[in-house]
Nanobody, 123 residues
């Protein structure tokens, strides 16, 4: 059974930085592409960034340049470096993984999910 555990969230002032981590466990062949999604209160879940098994990345609208997604060498770890944070980045951030190769932007195409980590950016 695949398990995803996020860490690194918390409160941060506007303009600050955070680095989220996601560690996957279970059969490594069970997931390939991974991604970060976020959901703010009253809003739909949205793509932050995703990375394919071959390292091809997709970013949510206007996030590339401030956010950087990466994977560890063993491919069971994924990271999200978030810089120049804004209050509108406040949300629960979820780690997700899928058996397919492509870094899909649609959250419904992901097979496994972490519990989420809260990021709160104060103005």
């Amino acid at each position: 059974q695949v398990r995803l555990v996020e860490s690194g969230g918390g409160p941060v002032p506007a303009g600050g930085s955070l680095r989220l981590s996601c560690l996957g466990s279970g059969p490594f062949f069970s997931f390939n592409a991974m991604g970060w999604f976020r959901q703010a209160p009253g809003k739909q879940r949205e793509l932050v960034a995703a990375v394919s098994g071959r390292g091809i990345t997709n970013y949510g609208n206007e996030l590339k340049g401030r956010f950087t997604i990466s994977r560890g060498n063993a491919k069971n770890a994924m990271y999200l470096q978030m810089n120049s944070l804004k209050p509108e980045d406040t949300a629960v951030y979820y780690c997700a993984a899928r058996r397919g190769e492509e870094a899909e932007t649609d959250w419904s195409l992901y097979d496994y999910w972490g519990q989420g980590t809260q990021v709160t950016v104060s103005s």
